[in-house]
């Protein structure tokens, strides 16, 4: 059996990397700080990421109307938003027609927009039409002069900004529905059970697409987001909506963040990150190592999801690699058959996390004693295992 390998967070490639090196001077130019803002910008940016983090019982709803919230989410939590969706964006297979319609609900800066077009070069000669929504008109207006400026005047992307809410009625049925960093925060201020706010949410999602869209939610990568993201991923199974990602299967999600559970969520390397915000990170001691999030794509009820071959398990690639106790590595993943502990043993090697691969069922049941996970041990590619050989004999 052939053994394939996909990526869902694939490295930036030339064009991603220049356009996100050179979206300081596209800030500098386009919403340039006074003198006094650009002074305790980094105090500005500790205060907020301390807001946004924390409780969030001091934050307002519309934060980002303050002139010194926004000046420190323009420039730090958004080019690192746009790092993390521009990753995902290159990795997930987004088709969208001629004169198509995004929906962007909790649009903020249209961070989506901007991601989208710094990711996706092949979309870029099409006629497309961004519903950005949003109950802070101000955020929407400076994201609008950012995306010119980062697409030039020529752009075919239309922008049109609604004051509003996920609930919001609109004319326009969406190709895309993107929500992006809203679902956790909607969600925790309701008093309404989880199950039948996801029930209602999922709905009024549904309500919004053309008869061919796609919903994409995406999410910080803590434990409420992955819990609320399973919630919701089990509301969309039951009405019939294929998940593109990144589930493998419809079955019960085995990572559902319940308390004493993992929750399915990705960490990505921040190395390829512009020089430029890893520096200003570093004067703002909020440092990044790398960054996560935890996402949802769904697909139509017409749409039908490739099966794994018989004998074959498709296992997506959680967790970050660890040591194990008996020596190699290990790797948390995700199949049709629940939990996965990949084995990484002889030189094999383990995933980058949010790897796709096709594994043959192992003839023999072994659970890991800690977490219950299935084990399925990773094959060792030759090159792999003659470099394991020379570095023994050296040894």
Known sequence: MSIKVSSLFPLPTNDVT????????ILQKTVPLKSKHSHELPYAIRDLSRDLTGERSGLSNDYMGDPRSLNAYLRYFLPWNLYRLARLFQGLDINLPDNGIVVDLGAGPL???QALWIARPDLREKKLTFINVDRT???MREGA?????LAGEKSPWRMVNVKGGSTSKLRERAHLL??????????AGTRI???????KFCMSMVHKLAPEGRILIIEPGIRRSGRVLSVIRGQFV???????????????????GEQGKAWCHFNFDSEHAPAWLQKLSAQCRLEKDNVSLSFLYVGLRKEEIEAPREGEMRIRAVSESFRLDEGGFGQYGCAAEGQILLSAQGGAKTLYPGGLIGMPVPEEEKRDEKSG??????PIREHDKRKFEEKNKKN
């Open 18 to 25: 220049k356009l996100l090196n050179n979206y300081l001077k």
């Open 111 to 113: 961070t989506v927009a």
């Open 137 to 139: 008109p101000k955020p």
């Open 145 to 149: 002069k950012l995306f010119q400026a």
């Open 178 to 187: 993107v929500t992006a960093n809203m679902v956790n925060e909607a969600s």
């Open 193 to 199: 059970p989880l199950p039948v706010w996801a029930e």
């Open 238 to 256: 039951e009405a019939g909506f294929p998940i593109l990602g990144p589930c493998t299967h419809e079955q019960e999600c085995p990572m559902n």
């Open 373 to 378: 996970a299935l084990i399925v041990p990773l």
